[in-house]
């Protein structure tokens, strides 16, 4: 045989089954290498470029990409697992950087100073400060107020297969710029399980784990590795969770886009203003979903928001739609003032779904007086008699 030739090969051969595989692992890698350079937000100068990048990872984590929790089976001496893979079906999205974009509802926990990290929720610290989360460097949050996020940054992992050994690392020169995306709701594919809340996701993965606390699962099963891209190595015997492509070719759902859940405006140092990084970022669609009729157990009056003006797919009954859409109106006429939500008034509203649209509405109408009028005259005193009434 010359070396010209080439053994030919047939469809489901063990030499195509080969190729195949390589290839896919070839793409697969690709895939991950374009994903977590998404996390990286050093060359976004301006608001723009944050929310298209935003749509990009929204995109991407819903349609592209599962999480895979894989835990050993059997001893050391004879490895084995099990592989649960999940579906991420919503998201949300937090990212403060001190020039452009001061979302001050964003954590900022150490965790987050590097992409493509799992981040579990830290309890926060009290701060007088009004446009700014300050988070403890000690425990994680426990019962129901548990989060896990991945973390976006303006810095880069200190070692990572997808970005070169020269990444920078923060050494006070650069501007502080953090983030995360919030897991809101998984499925289980293993068992078509829909888990939706990120204190009730959390305590799934401890579960698929083995681990009784979130401390168990990163310092002793992960070894406090908490690369998300990090997939076992042949052999490897502990616990694992990483991102990795779908393979699926089904279909890919719609995803819409809302308000996030939880946020008010109760801190004592907001103002009735709309130039108030709080006021501002609340209504901010970062939160990206697909199938709204199955994620019912949180944040109804955001899913409403987010699938108008097709109100039927919020899968609400229609007098609890036209109730809300009521309070929205009537934020929309101008019959509510922004400081009724603002402070202590304001504590709560995001349990309350009526209140709550009734906010959204009122700050949509401020925006649109804006939008017509620039800073001319009627938006300036309306400002001033918001932030009046306040004070």
């Not at 401020?366 to 001033?384: C, F, T």
């Amino acid at each position: 045989m010359t070396d010209g030739c080439k053994r030919k090969t047939t469809p489901g051969s063990p030499d195509a089954q080969k190729l195949a595989k390589r290839a896919k692992n070839h793409s697969d890698e690709e895939s991950l290498h374009a994903f977590q350079r998404l996390l990286d937000f050093s060359d976004l100068p301006e608001p723009t470029s944050i929310r298209q990048r935003f749509d990009d990872i929204g995109s991407a984590l819903l349609h592209d990409f599962l999480i895979v929790v894989r835990t050993p089976l059997g001893s050391d001496k004879v490895p084995d697992f099990v592989e649960t893979k999940l579906q991420i079906m919503e998201i949300e999205l937090y990212f403060w950087d001190s020039t452009c974009h001061r979302d001050p509802f964003t954590h900022g926990s150490q965790e987050q100073r590097a992409a493509g990290q799992w981040y579990f929720h830290r309890t926060p610290r009290r701060s007088d400060d009004s446009t700014q989360t300050l988070i403890s460097t000690s425990g994680y949050r426990g019962g129901t107020r548990k989060g896990l996020d991945l973390t976006i940054s303006t810095v880069k992992p200190t070692k990572s297969p997808y970005f070169p050994s020269s990444s920078s690392q923060p050494d006070g020169s650069e501007k502080k710029a953090y983030g995360g995306v919030l897991l809101r709701t998984l499925r289980d594919l293993n068992s078509g399980k829909i888990i939706s809340g990120p204190s009730l996701l959390v305590d799934h993965i401890l579960l698929l784990s083995g681990a009784h606390k979130i401390s168990d699962l990163v310092q002793d099963h992960w070894g406090n590795d908490i690369n998300a891209f990090k997939s076992p190595s042949v052999g490897e015997s502990k616990t694992h969770m990483f991102l990795c492509p779908a393979s699926t070719t089904n279909p890919k759902p719609h995803i819409y886009k809302s308000p996030r859940i939880g946020l008010d405006l109760s801190h004592p140092g907001t103002t009735a203003s709309l130039s108030h990084p709080r006021v501002e970022f609340i209504s901010q669609p970062y939160r990206y979903f697909v199938n709204p009729e199955k994620l019912m157990a949180n944040g109804r009056a955001q899913t409403l928001l987010g699938v108008l003006p097709h109100k039927e797919l919020s899968g609400l009954k229609d007098k609890t739609l036209n109730v809300y859409m009521a309070e929205y109106q009537t934020g929309l006429n101008g019959k509510a003032k922004l400081e009724e939500f603002v402070g202590a008034r304001g504590k709560g509203i995001s349990s309350s779904p009526t209140k709550y649209m009734k906010l959204m509405g009122c700050i949509e109408a401020l925006k649109s007086v804006k939008r017509d009028d620039g800073d001319g005259p009627r938006a300036n005193r309306i400002e001033k008699d918001n932030e009046k009434q306040t004070n």
